[in-house]
């Protein structure tokens, strides 16, 4: 395992240097106002996608964990991919349909051109979802991982032409967004397009009812995620304005920067959890756990010093406020953390209902905190609401998850390794 954590470390490493680059392009050549506008835009293209996907892609983890026959794979595919076309449709739909029923007072001030761009973005941000959920599922991490690479050199290169050289704003980031997602999901389909006809998909359409069953059961869980991280952008947008907003996630996404260690474990835990039991799963991933929550918490102890200097620095005089900001939200890091690496075993246990209704309480009780707070109290009532409700809560959630996996393996020494959980 901690050679495959090593070479996924590298590729975060990639990742971490090109979204620092992202970062520093999108913050000095956008501003304040162009950097929030950007992140309104992604956030409602985000979310619009997860409720899209019906969350199939954690299903597809799900039935690779569980799958025992050797062409499991072609059936799959042939169901997820019949599903795809038909939620890639209904997701642009909707969307075009609130933009065109809702207006302002939806979205904001945010300008229509750019929104219906953004729009565009939807059928292929659902299937770079699935693509990325199935190669791991085929034990092709090394392709995953030169793909996730690909795209972020593309988007730093994109970026470096349409909002340097070309001066094209929002719209140019935007390019340079669908660009780098092209490119995702063309390095590894024509691996999925192969290893789909090694084997016939056995009566397509009734594998994707089941398919569709299963995504049902946790997509409460995967939309309440993404109205948890989404309401308090589009909620400082209309009230606050873009400048509060690219003050705001600015901190954020710094702050998801130490998160680059978290997602390279946690992307090897997915990829060797085929074939093999959830518990016994746990039993190699306890320590890697431990060691990457050290490790996280001594580089937020680092970011909190440098904070003063380094954000100025990186993203420019405008963004200082973001720098409180950021000292504050620092706790995030800590209960993303715990997230990125128990969600995979959360998921290969088959807790969809559960994690469902979990996601269900933190994405309302995140709702209630930022739709009170942010219009008594602006970009502060954002922070407070963030503090509570993206760290207080998930810890400890996730702190309760663990001590449940502890307890399983408690009660059952006299297993084997392979029993089910």
């Not at 207006?103 to 059928?123: D, T």
């Not at 869980?221 to 690219?246: E, F, I, K, W």
């Not at 405008?318 to 993303?336: I, K, N, Y």
């Not at 959360?346 to 269900?360: E, M, Q, V």
Request: charged content about 10%; hydrophobic content about 60%.
């Amino acid at each position: 395992m901690l050679r495959d954590v090593l070479k996924t470390g590298g590729v975060q490493l990639v990742q971490l240097g090109s979204g620092l680059i992202v970062l520093v392009l999108t913050a000095r050549l956008l501003g304040p106002e162009g950097r929030g506008t950007l992140g309104a835009l992604m956030a409602w293209v985000g979310l619009f996608s997860a409720a899209g996907s019906l969350s199939l892609d954690s299903v597809v983890v799900h039935r690779a964990a569980r799958a025992g026959a050797q062409d499991w794979f072609p059936p799959l595919f042939a169901a997820l991919w019949r599903l795809y076309l038909m939620l890639a449709a209904a997701a642009l739909l909707v969307a075009l349909a609130c933009w065109w029923l809702a207006g302002n007072r939806l979205f904001g001030a945010l300008p229509p051109g750019l929104l219906l761009a953004a729009w565009l973005l939807l059928p292929v941000m659902i299937w770079a979802r699935y693509q990325g959920a199935l190669l791991l599922a085929l034990g092709r991490l090394g392709l995953r991982n030169q793909g996730v690479m690909l795209s972020n050199l593309v988007m730093v290169a994109g970026l470096l032409v349409t909002l340097w050289m070309l001066d094209l704003g929002v719209a140019g980031a935007l390019a340079a967004q669908a660009l780098s997602a092209l490119l995702v999901v063309l390095w590894g389909l024509r691996c999925l397009l192969r290893a789909a006809r090694q084997g016939g998909g056995r009566q397509p359409w009734r594998a994707a009812g089941r398919l569709a069953l299963d995504g049902g059961k946790v997509h409460a869980a995967q939309v309440g995620h993404y109205v948890y991280g989404s309401v308090d952008v589009v909620t400082l947008n209309a009230v606050a304005g873009p400048a509060a907003v690219g003050w705001y996630q600015l901190a954020l996404r710094l702050i998801d920067v130490g998160g680059a260690l978290p997602q390279a474990v946690a992307t090897v835990f997915r990829a060797r959890m085929g074939g093999a039991s959830p518990r016994s799963a746990w039993r190699s991933q306890r320590r890697p756990v431990l060691l990457t929550l050290v490790a996280v918490l001594f580089a937020g102890a680092v970011g909190w010093l440098l904070a003063p200097w380094a954000i100025p620095l990186v993203a420019g005089d405008d963004f200082a406020p973001t720098v409180p900001l950021f000292r504050l939200l620092l706790p995030v890091l800590l209960a993303r953390t715990l997230e990125q690496l128990l969600v995979p075993q959360i998921f290969a246990r088959g807790y969809f209902l559960t994690g469902s209704l979990i996601s269900l309480v933190l994405a309302g009780s995140s709702a209630g905190l930022f739709l009170w707070l942010i219009p008594a109290q602006g970009l502060d009532g954002a922070a407070t609401a963030a503090l509570l409700a993206f760290a207080l809560l998930p810890t400890l959630i996730y702190l309760g998850w663990i001590w449940w996996f502890e307890r399983d393996l408690r009660r059952a020494p006299a297993l084997s390794p392979d029993a089910p959980p």
